[in-house]
């Protein structure tokens, strides 16, 4: 069974300062994805960014990037510059085959003005 | 174009009663996928449609089904409701199963209380 496991439950930062949330997982498949999503108070989840386990090259979106160590199973997200709306809990995922996300517990990220 | 929605937002019932919870994915999305998340935790996947037939399903009771419809829409039903099935119940779609990576965009959820 796949696992994802992030290690803190909160986070916080000052406004326009950099993040890293952190996250591991546990999967026998050698072919995944993985993901970060954003649940902010309004409940919607976000697709943040998005990494292909075969690809070596992190992925980046805008101010959002992740350090992916295939090996250690590690798939931190970070986020530069952090803004008042980048508030919200955030969830690291891993895709099971054709099927389902495996999410972790989630990382409450509070915004400092 | 609209994305998921979900009806309804919120809803209360009583333990042992029953309840059905509706999705309907964007336009040309074939596969919906429902996942309950209890209050300060992570999803957890409960069913994968696709072209109405079920492709997946969670470790949950036989208390919980589901079925798609022609136009893909989804219903969720659960029975026998117990006060552990108090969650926000999301639903996803994506164009189709598979590991290619195509995303699966949630909609807002179904907050449920049982009472």
């Known amino acids: 069974a796949q696992t994802v496991t992030q290690s803190q439950p909160e986070m916080s930062v000052q406004e326009a300062e950099t993040v890293t949330l952190s996250c591991t997982y546990d999967t026998s498949e050698s072919d995944y994805y993985l993901f970060w999503y954003k649940q902010p108070p309004s409940r919607q989840m976000i697709l943040v960014i998005r990494q292909e386990a075969y690809k070596q090259q992190n992925a980046t979106e805008n101010r959002f990037s992740v350090n992916f160590q295939k090996a250690a199973k590690s798939f931190s997200l970070k986020i530069s510059d952090s803004q008042l709306g980048d508030a919200a809990m955030y969830f690291c995922a891993v895709i099971q085959g054709a099927q389902k996300l495996v999410f972790g517990q989630g990382t409450r990220l509070t915004i400092n003005p | 174009d609209a994305g998921v929605t979900q009806s309804p937002t919120h809803l209360i019932k009583t333990r042992g009663q029953h309840v059905t919870l509706r999705c309907s994915p964007i336009s040309g999305h074939k596969s919906v996928s429902w996942y309950q998340q209890v209050l300060g935790q992570g999803p957890q996947f409960i069913f994968q449609?696709?072209?109405?037939?079920?492709?997946g399903r969670g470790n949950f009771p036989d208390r919980f089904s589901a079925r798609q419809f022609p136009n893909y829409s989804s219903e969720l039903n659960v029975n026998a409701l117990l006060l552990g099935d108090s969650a926000l119940y999301l639903c996803?779609?994506?164009?189709?199963?598979?590991?290619?990576?195509?995303?699966?965009?949630f909609g807002p959820g179904t907050r449920l209380t049982v009472l």
């Open positions: 996803a779609s994506r164009l189709r199963p598979g590991l290619g990576g195509n995303e699966q965009f």
């Open positions: 449609y696709y072209e109405k037939e079920e492709r």
